[in-house]
Protein backbone atom coordinates (compact mmCIF):
# COMPACT_ATOMS: atom_id res chain seq x y z
CA UNK A 1 0.00 0.00 0.00
CA UNK A 2 1.02 3.37 -0.50
CA UNK A 3 0.79 5.54 2.67
CA UNK A 4 -0.56 8.91 2.32
CA UNK A 5 1.44 11.66 5.27
CA UNK A 6 -0.04 15.42 5.08
CA UNK A 7 1.92 17.75 7.63
CA UNK A 8 0.83 19.85 9.47
CA UNK A 9 -2.22 18.14 11.26
CA UNK A 10 -3.95 21.48 12.22
CA UNK A 11 -2.27 24.95 10.80
CA UNK A 12 -3.55 28.06 12.47
CA UNK A 13 -3.36 31.16 10.28
CA UNK A 14 -4.92 34.58 9.35
CA UNK A 15 -6.61 36.24 6.49
CA UNK A 16 -4.60 37.41 4.10
CA UNK A 17 -1.58 34.74 5.06
CA UNK A 18 -0.22 32.36 2.49
CA UNK A 19 -0.21 28.93 3.82
CA UNK A 20 1.89 25.89 2.68
CA UNK A 21 0.23 22.19 3.45
CA UNK A 22 2.52 19.11 2.38
CA UNK A 23 1.81 15.89 1.29
CA UNK A 24 4.46 12.98 1.38
CA UNK A 25 4.09 9.29 -0.08
CA UNK A 26 5.82 6.36 0.85
CA UNK A 27 6.81 5.80 -2.57
CA UNK A 28 7.57 7.92 -5.95
CA UNK A 29 3.87 8.45 -7.63
CA UNK A 30 4.82 10.95 -10.61
CA UNK A 31 2.58 13.27 -10.54
CA UNK A 32 -0.59 11.05 -9.65
CA UNK A 33 -1.93 13.47 -6.87
CA UNK A 34 -4.95 15.32 -6.28
CA UNK A 35 -6.13 17.90 -3.42
CA UNK A 36 -9.38 18.41 -1.80
CA UNK A 37 -11.36 21.03 0.61
CA UNK A 38 -13.95 19.57 2.73
CA UNK A 39 -15.95 21.64 4.78
CA UNK A 40 -17.81 20.34 8.19
CA UNK A 41 -20.83 18.47 7.29
CA UNK A 42 -20.15 18.43 3.56
CA UNK A 43 -18.39 16.29 0.97
CA UNK A 44 -15.11 16.92 -0.15
CA UNK A 45 -14.79 19.58 -2.73
CA UNK A 46 -11.56 18.78 -5.77
CA UNK A 47 -9.39 21.76 -5.85
CA UNK A 48 -6.63 20.23 -7.80
CA UNK A 49 -5.34 17.07 -9.86
CA UNK A 50 -2.45 15.85 -11.19
CA UNK A 51 -0.72 17.67 -8.86
CA UNK A 52 -0.90 21.02 -10.48
CA UNK A 53 -3.75 21.26 -12.49
CA UNK A 54 -6.61 23.62 -10.80
CA UNK A 55 -9.75 22.32 -11.02
CA UNK A 56 -12.31 24.33 -13.47
CA UNK A 57 -14.07 26.96 -11.10
CA UNK A 58 -11.49 26.34 -8.47
CA UNK A 59 -9.87 30.02 -7.66
CA UNK A 60 -6.32 30.67 -8.31
CA UNK A 61 -4.98 31.58 -5.25
CA UNK A 62 -5.17 27.72 -5.49
CA UNK A 63 -1.78 25.73 -6.39
CA UNK A 64 -0.02 22.72 -6.46
CA UNK A 65 3.34 21.76 -7.08
CA UNK A 66 5.83 18.64 -6.64
CA UNK A 67 6.18 15.42 -8.17
CA UNK A 68 7.64 11.73 -7.04
CA UNK A 69 6.94 11.48 -3.44
CA UNK A 70 6.76 15.37 -2.43
CA UNK A 71 4.11 17.52 -2.84
CA UNK A 72 2.66 20.95 -1.53
CA UNK A 73 -0.55 23.01 -1.53
CA UNK A 74 -0.21 26.70 -1.50
CA UNK A 75 -2.93 28.96 -0.66
CA UNK A 76 -1.51 32.63 -1.39
CA UNK A 77 -3.85 34.15 0.45
CA UNK A 78 -6.05 33.17 2.95
CA UNK A 79 -9.81 34.07 2.58
CA UNK A 80 -12.38 33.38 4.96
CA UNK A 81 -14.11 30.68 3.26
CA UNK A 82 -11.17 28.42 3.09
CA UNK A 83 -11.02 27.62 6.77
CA UNK A 84 -11.38 23.82 6.27
CA UNK A 85 -10.23 20.21 6.25
CA UNK A 86 -7.55 19.69 3.25
CA UNK A 87 -6.81 16.10 2.30
CA UNK A 88 -4.25 14.58 -0.54
CA UNK A 89 -5.23 11.48 -2.68
CA UNK A 90 -2.72 9.43 -4.99
CA UNK A 91 -4.17 7.72 -7.44
CA UNK A 92 -1.06 6.05 -8.65
CA UNK A 93 -1.73 2.58 -7.43
CA UNK A 94 -5.25 2.53 -5.99
CA UNK A 95 -6.48 5.19 -4.13
CA UNK A 96 -4.84 6.54 -0.92
CA UNK A 97 -5.45 10.15 1.13
CA UNK A 98 -3.67 11.67 3.49
CA UNK A 99 -5.01 12.06 6.95
CA UNK A 100 -6.11 15.17 6.34
CA UNK A 101 -4.87 19.27 7.84
CA UNK A 102 -7.40 21.15 9.48
CA UNK A 103 -6.87 25.32 8.37
CA UNK A 104 -7.91 27.23 11.74
CA UNK A 105 -8.70 30.84 11.95
CA UNK A 106 -5.38 32.42 14.33
CA UNK B 1 -26.06 20.05 -13.81
CA UNK B 2 -24.32 16.87 -12.45
CA UNK B 3 -26.09 15.20 -9.20
CA UNK B 4 -25.22 12.55 -7.72
CA UNK B 5 -28.19 11.48 -4.31
CA UNK B 6 -27.02 8.39 -2.28
CA UNK B 7 -29.20 6.39 -0.17
CA UNK B 8 -29.71 3.22 1.66
CA UNK B 9 -27.67 3.84 4.66
CA UNK B 10 -29.48 3.48 8.05
CA UNK B 11 -28.94 1.47 11.23
CA UNK B 12 -27.57 -2.16 11.22
CA UNK B 13 -26.48 -4.82 13.30
CA UNK B 14 -22.94 -6.50 13.23
CA UNK B 15 -22.90 -9.23 10.48
CA UNK B 16 -25.71 -8.13 8.69
CA UNK B 17 -26.13 -6.68 5.45
CA UNK B 18 -26.68 -3.00 3.53
CA UNK B 19 -27.60 -2.14 0.01
CA UNK B 20 -26.62 1.55 -1.10
CA UNK B 21 -27.72 3.27 -4.31
CA UNK B 22 -26.50 6.08 -5.85
CA UNK B 23 -28.98 7.84 -8.30
CA UNK B 24 -26.82 10.29 -11.32
CA UNK B 25 -28.59 12.61 -13.76
CA UNK B 26 -26.51 15.33 -15.66
CA UNK B 27 -24.60 13.04 -17.54
CA UNK B 28 -24.38 10.20 -19.70
CA UNK B 29 -23.65 7.73 -16.76
CA UNK B 30 -22.20 4.31 -19.18
CA UNK B 31 -19.16 6.51 -20.07
CA UNK B 32 -17.95 7.22 -16.32
CA UNK B 33 -15.89 5.66 -14.10
CA UNK B 34 -17.58 5.92 -10.26
CA UNK B 35 -16.33 5.14 -7.05
CA UNK B 36 -17.41 4.88 -3.30
CA UNK B 37 -15.28 6.63 -0.86
CA UNK B 38 -15.89 6.26 2.99
CA UNK B 39 -15.86 8.50 5.90
CA UNK B 40 -15.85 7.26 9.31
CA UNK B 41 -16.78 9.54 12.08
CA UNK B 42 -14.57 12.90 12.66
CA UNK B 43 -12.10 10.75 10.18
CA UNK B 44 -10.44 10.71 7.19
CA UNK B 45 -11.58 9.94 3.84
CA UNK B 46 -11.35 6.39 2.86
CA UNK B 47 -11.69 4.84 -0.99
CA UNK B 48 -13.45 1.99 -1.03
CA UNK B 49 -13.96 0.82 -4.65
CA UNK B 50 -14.59 1.53 -8.26
CA UNK B 51 -16.44 0.64 -10.76
CA UNK B 52 -15.55 1.56 -14.57
CA UNK B 53 -17.28 2.37 -17.72
CA UNK B 54 -18.88 0.56 -20.46
CA UNK B 55 -15.96 1.01 -22.27
CA UNK B 56 -13.86 -1.04 -19.74
CA UNK B 57 -16.57 -3.69 -19.53
CA UNK B 58 -17.68 -2.29 -16.31
CA UNK B 59 -14.85 -3.90 -14.38
CA UNK B 60 -14.27 -3.27 -10.28
CA UNK B 61 -11.86 -2.75 -8.20
CA UNK B 62 -11.94 -2.66 -4.33
CA UNK B 63 -9.90 -1.22 -1.51
CA UNK B 64 -8.03 -4.49 -0.16
CA UNK B 65 -8.98 -4.48 3.14
CA UNK B 66 -12.78 -4.61 2.00
CA UNK B 67 -12.55 -6.74 -1.05
CA UNK B 68 -14.99 -10.30 -0.43
CA UNK B 69 -17.63 -8.23 1.76
CA UNK B 70 -18.44 -5.54 -0.31
CA UNK B 71 -19.56 -5.36 -3.98
CA UNK B 72 -20.06 -3.00 -6.52
CA UNK B 73 -23.16 -2.83 -9.42
CA UNK B 74 -24.47 -0.44 -11.39
CA UNK B 75 -27.91 -0.21 -13.77
CA UNK B 76 -27.55 1.81 -16.66
CA UNK B 77 -31.11 2.05 -17.73
CA UNK B 78 -31.56 3.25 -13.86
CA UNK B 79 -28.69 5.57 -14.09
CA UNK B 80 -27.61 3.88 -10.67
CA UNK B 81 -25.29 2.89 -9.06
CA UNK B 82 -24.82 0.35 -5.93
CA UNK B 83 -22.47 -0.72 -3.15
CA UNK B 84 -23.75 -4.07 -1.36
CA UNK B 85 -21.91 -4.40 1.92
CA UNK B 86 -22.09 -7.57 3.77
CA UNK B 87 -21.27 -8.60 6.85
CA UNK B 88 -21.06 -5.54 8.16
CA UNK B 89 -18.68 -4.83 11.21
CA UNK B 90 -18.28 -1.66 13.96
CA UNK B 91 -15.79 -0.28 12.15
CA UNK B 92 -17.92 0.25 8.74
CA UNK B 93 -19.85 2.56 10.22
CA UNK B 94 -18.99 6.00 7.98
CA UNK B 95 -20.75 8.08 5.88
CA UNK B 96 -20.88 6.52 1.89
CA UNK B 97 -20.18 8.98 -0.52
CA UNK B 98 -20.76 8.26 -4.25
CA UNK B 99 -18.02 9.74 -6.79
CA UNK B 100 -18.06 10.34 -10.63
CA UNK B 101 -14.06 9.61 -11.02
CA UNK B 102 -11.15 10.35 -13.89
CA UNK B 103 -10.56 7.42 -15.68
CA UNK B 104 -6.94 8.66 -13.60
CA UNK B 105 -8.48 8.04 -10.31
CA UNK B 106 -9.75 11.26 -8.78
CA UNK B 107 -13.27 12.16 -7.95
CA UNK B 108 -14.39 15.20 -9.66
CA UNK B 109 -17.89 15.43 -8.47
CA UNK B 110 -19.46 14.11 -5.08
CA UNK B 111 -22.86 13.17 -3.80
CA UNK B 112 -23.71 14.49 -0.08
CA UNK B 113 -22.99 11.32 1.57
CA UNK B 114 -25.22 8.43 3.49
CA UNK B 115 -24.46 7.33 6.32
CA UNK B 116 -24.09 3.99 7.54
CA UNK B 117 -23.99 2.64 11.41
CA UNK B 118 -23.48 -0.92 12.23
CA UNK B 119 -23.79 -1.07 15.97
CA UNK B 120 -26.15 -3.72 17.99
Known amino acids: DIQMTQSPSTLSASVGDRVTITCRAS??????LAWYQQKPGKAPNLLIY???SLESGVPSRFSGSGSGTEFTLTISSLQPDDFATYYC????????FGQGTKLEIK | EVQLVESGGGLVQPGGSLRLSCAVS????????MDWVRQAPGKGLEWVGR??????????GYAPSLRGRFTISRDDSKDSLYLQMNRLKTEDTAVYYC???????????WGRGTLVTVSS
Open chain 1, 50 to 52: KAS
Open chain 2, 99 to 109: TRSDATGYSVY
Open chain 1, 89 to 96: QQYDYDYT
Open chain 1, 27 to 32: QSISSW
Open chain 2, 51 to 60: SRNRAESYST
Open chain 2, 26 to 33: GFTFSDHY
